[in-house]
């Protein structure tokens, strides 16, 4: 533990309470950066305080975040404190706790509940008790729930974010260890074209649900748990409605529908589908993962491809329950919070935010999401619309690739006062949301300039020929490089060390991007030397099965990868050598 973190203990330990504030804080003057509805405003609470992830405000204004990839935090702890001391919206104290190791994935998971703070590493569930008027809790750190899972860190699902009914009971997800149900060992984590699921999916035995627990109960694992509801692939942004007294969910749908299944979806299917779905989650509920998948624009439940499905077909989906509303494809929705403060308008308590971390894989179209986004109900359901709330997270128009995203929008929570806080995930950045206005001459004229946003290119429905930007898309070729390349040069670049060469330090990779294209697309045989060591084998020609989009985004990870060239590799150039 570090001088200066022994010194801020001390000096923390000597704070008095601070008051809660009630008059509020003189925003930025650029917000923050936000672009907000008419008379809202936004004060910047801290910023770089490391890869953020959900937080919630204790009834003093307090802060507490929980922290991704603790180990790289100096030993200072993978949860931070935030105190406001004078009044002015911005932390005044910032300090790091936690005797706890993120074991890797991304964490996610913070909760205030009956005076325990709760928050989540992807194995565990912990709480510790919070001292009135004390910013650092001193309590021994108490295992709610281990998971137990031997395979854990081999899938990206691990995260265990967390909700509480008004019965002691506290509500967490398993994610599934696959995207489709397919076979990871054979198919690797993309899956190869035409790859069938498997029936039944063994994954929902364990995974792709939502368990309920004794929320006050110490030392229990999985099988204390009541298995809740299923069909749940992956869900991040868990609420507890005032409205029905009802668990609801933003879940992460599938990917990869053209790589998987190009002669069935088109890439601009694979852009906008499937839904990102908000579920209203009762005893017993199925949603269909990995049978079926919710398509927003047809608004019904669709046989998975893997099953069958043809894009169109519902047979089996029919028996599945069907979410309230469905958002694009690939936003990930991260958090999701019903407002009941007393600081917005009116109608903002009656609906939800939701938090856009962001799409990775719409590719050869932008990428979309990095929006905070309210949804009204009317008569305690969905209106199914939904309308943009917080926007400039991006700083760009076009995101390319998700790095182009200047901030991405990770966790909300009401402060005590009914002021709305963001988190986001890259540089640590944490905004506080007033209204400044008179909430009762509120009226929708002041949402028009909000409205007018959704033209941005990382919020609309992209256009199927204007908004295909054709630039290769490092995380498409991630996925792609996993299903076709990694089984010879394995995922790490560094080849077999018998047959296949390394790509690491390869002169092929250092070469011009024409190179490279050109043996992905026709393939290499005969000898080679790489780094003083001579390889006689052949790769095969990989241009029959793989369109121009998929090759230049192949080429751009490996670039990026295995040889640190950020660079740009579109279709047009893979085109261009495919025609030589």
Not at 83 to 98: L, M, T, W
Request: proline share 7%; hydrophobic share 35%; with cysteine.
């Amino acid at each position: 533990m570090s001088r200066t973190f022994l010194m801020l203990l001390l000096v923390l330990s000597q704070c008095k309470p601070s008051p809660v504030h009630t008059i509020l804080p003189t925003p930025d003057p650029d917000n923050g950066g936000l672009i907000l509805p008419d008379s809202f405003a936004a004060v910047t609470v801290t910023q770089g305080i490391g890869p953020a992830r959900h937080l919630a405000v204790n009834e003093n204004g307090d802060i507490y975040v929980k922290l991704a990839y603790n180990e790289q935090l100096e030993g200072r702890g993978g949860t931070v404190a935030l105190r406001d001391k004078n009044g002015d919206g911005k932390a005044d104290i910032v300090a790091y706790f936690g005797d706890y190791q993120d074991e890797g994935g991304l964490p996610a998971g913070m909760n205030i509940y009956k005076g325990y703070l709760y928050f989540s590493t992807v194995k565990y569930v912990l709480r510790t008790k919070l001292t009135p008027g004390q910013l650092i809790p001193d309590a021994p750190t108490d295992t709610i729930i281990t998971d137990t899972d031997t395979a854990l860190f081999k899938h990206w699902h691990s995260a265990k974010p967390l909700v509480f009914d008004h019965d002691g009971h506290i509500y967490v997800p398993f994610g599934a260890p696959t995207d489709a149900a397919q076979d990871i060992n054979t198919a690797g984590p993309g899956g190869m074209p035409g790859g069938k699921g498997v029936d039944p999916a063994p994954d929902l035995q364990r995974h792709g649900g939502i368990w309920r627990f004794d929320a006050n109960k110490k030392g229990q694992t999985q099988d204390d748990g009541e298995l809740y509801a299923t069909g749940i692939r992956s869900a991040l942004g868990l609420a507890w409605s005032p409205f029905d007294n009802t668990l609801y969910i933003a879940m992460n749908g599938m990917d990869n529908f053209h790589n998987r299944y190009p002669g069935i979806f088109s890439a601009w299917q694979a852009a906008v589908l499937p839904s990102e779905p908000l579920l209203k989650v009762t005893p017993h509920s199925n949603f269909g993962w990995p049978y079926a998948y919710y398509d927003h624009i047809q608004g019904r439940n669709i046989l998975s491809p893997g099953y069958g499905g043809d894009g169109k077909i519902t047979a089996r989906a029919d028996s599945f329950d069907v979410p309230v509303m469905g958002f694009p494809g690939h936003w990930a929705p991260m958090d999701l919070l019903f407002y009941e403060g007393n600081q917005f308008p009116d109608r903002y308590k009656n609906g939800c935010f939701v938090a856009f971390h962001g799409s990775t894989d719409r590719a050869p179209y932008p990428q979309a999401g990095y929006i905070v986004c309210f949804v009204p109900f009317d008569k305690g359901k969905p209106t199914g619309k939904w309308e943009v709330f917080a926007d400039g997270f991006t700083d760009t128009d076009t995101v390319f690739n998700t790095s182009d995203a200047r901030y991405r929008p990770m966790g909300l929570a009401t402060g005590p006062d009914g002021s709305l806080y963001i988190a986001e995930s890259n540089k640590g950045k944490i905004w506080r949301v007033m209204y400044r206005g008179d909430k009762q001459s509120f009226n929708p004229s002041q949402l028009t300039a909000m409205e007018a946003r959704k033209s941005r290119t990382y919020i609309k429905t992209p256009d199927p020929v204007l908004d295909m930007v054709g630039k290769g898309n490092e995380m498409h070729g991630r996925m792609l490089y996993n299903s076709y390349c990694a089984t010879c040069h394995q995922r790490d670049g560094k080849g077999d060390n018998n047959r296949y060469p390394p790509l690491a330090g390869s002169p092929y990779l250092a070469g011009t991007k024409e190179q490279l294209i050109n043996i992905v697309l026709n393939g290499l045989k005969g000898k080679i030397s790489v780094n003083g060591k001579t390889f006689d084998g052949i790769m095969p020609a990989h241009g029959a099965f793989l369109d121009d989009q998929s090759v230049a985004s192949i080429v751009a990870y490996i670039k990026d990868r295995f040889n640190n060239e950020e660079t740009s590799v579109t279709a047009e150039m893979v085109k261009k050598v495919r025609g030589k």
